[in-house]
């Protein structure tokens, strides 16, 4: 079992840049594939990446991949999403989660979820 905390959410201008964390606990951390989610007021909760234990087995969104990369440190059981060039549709909850599966853009699949960190980009 994987207990998942976020971080590095807030109030930023179109334009910034934000590194969201995801801290996790346990000594297995290297054997989750971790996936970022995000959930806007009124909408569906959506994926924007996911990673393997592999790290570079990792997939972004169609929709940010040009300006969100994720990544991990195995030795500091984290996981980050870098977001960059924010927009305003950027607005969200993210949510880390993880899932002894394999990489996989379905949230259905993902077994531990994290409480999740407010972002919002102001225009």
């Known amino acids: 079992q994987v207990q998942l905390v976020e971080s590095g959410g807030g109030l930023v201008q179109a334009g910034s840049s934000l590194r969201l964390s995801c801290a996790a606990s346990g000594r297995t951390f290297r054997a989750y594939t971790m996936g970022w989610f995000r959930q806007a007021p009124g909408k569906e909760r959506e994926f924007v990446a996911v990673?393997?234990?592999?790290?570079?087995?990792?997939y972004v969104a169609d929709s940010v991949e040009d300006r969100f990369t994720i990544s991990r440190d195995n030795a500091k059981n984290t996981v980050y999403l870098q977001m960059n060039r924010l927009k305003p549709e950027d607005t969200a909850v993210y949510y880390c989660a993880a899932t002894l599966g394999v990489k996989s853009m379905d949230r259905e699949r993902y077994a531990y979820w994290g409480e999740g960190t407010q972002v919002t980009v102001s225009s």
């Open positions: 990673i393997n234990w592999h790290v570079d087995g990792t």
